[in-house]
């Protein structure tokens, strides 16, 4: 059974850093790409970000690009979503799935809340 | 960036009702495009892929038709557990772009 568990989700102010983790069972992760995709309070889904599998070459949605880094560990089967710099308008619930360069979001996890607020 | 147009943003219907949702594409994405149905508090599920194709475990009354720009997720009957929120999703071209969602609700 295909299991994802993010984690790391917290209160933060603006300005603050925060990483999130994605742990996975249930399939030979080094042979897919990871995406997380969040949702804000009241909104629909947003993308934020990819990671292939073969060269863990990367992908970022505009909204985030050079703020937020996306990695992996292949020998922990963990993806991992580092946030730097959060406004308040990165307040959302994050999602990982999996899938998502040639692929599309075939699994998701239960998500993490990430609230930025003074 | 590619912009999908879900319409209609809320559609209230009947169990037993057929449900019929739209998704526009604001340029080609061929046939690279997914619909997700999304529940409070639960993880997002992949229904339909590559448009017409169900995923695994999804019944059949779930059918996804069309190509190039224009899409329809279908719902031949509706069940109880099918009232939620509709995403489609293309894979075309980056960035990566949902619509802005589809509400089934309980008429």
């Known amino acids: 059974e295909v299991q994802l568990l993010e984690s790391g989700g917290a209160l933060v102010q603006p300005g603050g850093s925060l990483r999130l983790s994605c742990a996975v069972s249930?399939?030979?992760?080094?042979?897919?790409?990871m995406t997380w995709v969040r949702q804000a309070p009241g909104k629909g889904l947003e993308w934020v970000s990819t990671?292939?599998?073969?060269?863990?070459?990367?992908f970022y949605a505009d909204s985030v690009k050079g703020r937020f880094t996306i990695s992996r560990d292949n020998s922990q089967n963990t993806v991992f979503l580092q946030l730097n710099s959060l406004r308040a308008e990165d307040t959302a619930i994050y999602y990982c799935a999996k899938g998502g360069y040639i692929t599309y979001y075939e699994c998701w996890g239960q998500g993490t809340l990430v609230t930025v607020s003074s | 960036e590619i912009v999908l147009t879900q319409s209609p943003a809320t559609l209230s219907l009947s169990p037993g009702e057929r449900a019929t949702l739209s998704c526009r594409a604001s340029q080609s994405v061929s046939s690279y495009l997914a619909w997700y149905q999304h529940k409070p508090g639960q993880a997002p599920r992949l229904l339909v892929y590559?448009?017409?194709n169900r995923a695994t475990g999804i019944p059949a009354r779930f059918s996804g038709s069309g190509s190039g720009a224009d899409f329809t997720l279908t719902i031949s009957s509706l069940e109880p557990e099918d009232f939620a929120v509709y995403y489609c999703q293309q894979r075309s071209n980056w960035p990566r772009t949902f619509g802005q969602g589809t509400k089934l609700e309980i008429k």
């Open positions: 990671i292939r599998a073969r060269d863990s070459s990367t």
């Open positions: 590559g448009a017409s």
């Open positions: 249930g399939f030979t992760f080094s042979d897919y790409a």
